[in-house]
């Protein structure tokens, strides 16, 4: 059960485009969070208050997450490897793993994460704006998940967005050096959220 719901949250967020730092970003975490979480040679999984966000993050349903087609106690033997592969431009992480069903079948995964060292990610200044409009509003007041944000300005800013646009943008409202009101990043429940910054 849970190497499938891994696999299908891995493939869902590949075919919608999301990178696996958008949905660590969205599940509240750090961006290394969830491509950790999906290697086969140690026993990660998704914690049970995790699977409710996920049907949003993924723009699916619980259902297609979870298979109701496991058997009570079944298992499946992963045999897999982790390489790294680092230069000064870019690291490359592999996860290479073979997966043997209950019926003695087998299936091979790879799945693989390019980071691009020193790139600077590109204001969305639509989205910068849109979110001191709502620090100026009092949205701000009360602490905010990212997922939570992110399904607002979906509602009001449609597609003109990505998840990384947002996390940018709260990136430089957090900022020490700006003078508008800023946001100041928390941890509340093990999961990172935002509110407005309080004045010294």
């Known amino acids: 059960m849970d190497f499938e719901i891994a696999r299908f ?13 958008e949905v660590s970003f969205l599940l509240g975490k750090k961006d290394a969070y969830f491509f950790d979480l999906l290697d086969p040679t140690d026993k990660n999984k998704f914690k049970t208050e995790q699977l409710d966000l996920l049907p949003a993050i993924l723009d699916s349903t619980i259902r297609e997450i979870i298979p109701n087609n496991i058997q009570p106690d ?8 982790k ?37 600077r990610s590109k204001e969305n200044e639509a989205v910068t704006n ?51 009101p800023v946001l100041e990043r928390k941890e509340d429940r093990s999961r990172l959220v935002y509110q407005k910054a309080s004045l010294n």
């Open 9 to 21: 949250v891995f493939e869902r967020s590949t075919e919608i485009g999301l990178t696996p730092s």
């Open 74 to 81: 079944e298992q499946v033997s992963i045999t897999g490897s």
């Open 83 to 119: 390489k790294i592969h680092d230069t000064e431009q870019y690291k490359t992480i592999t996860y290479r793993f073979t997966v043997e069903y209950k019926d003695k079948s087998t299936k091979d995964f790879i799945w693989k994460k390019k980071e691009t060292k020193g790139e």
């Open 130 to 180: 849109y979110l001191l409009k709502l620090i100026k509003e009092g949205y701000f007041d009360e602490l905010k998940f990212a997922l939570t944000i992110y399904l607002l300005l979906q509602e009001n800013l449609g597609a003109a967005f990505t998840a990384k646009d947002i996390q940018t943008s709260l990136a430089i409202l957090c900022r020490k050096q700006n003078k508008e």
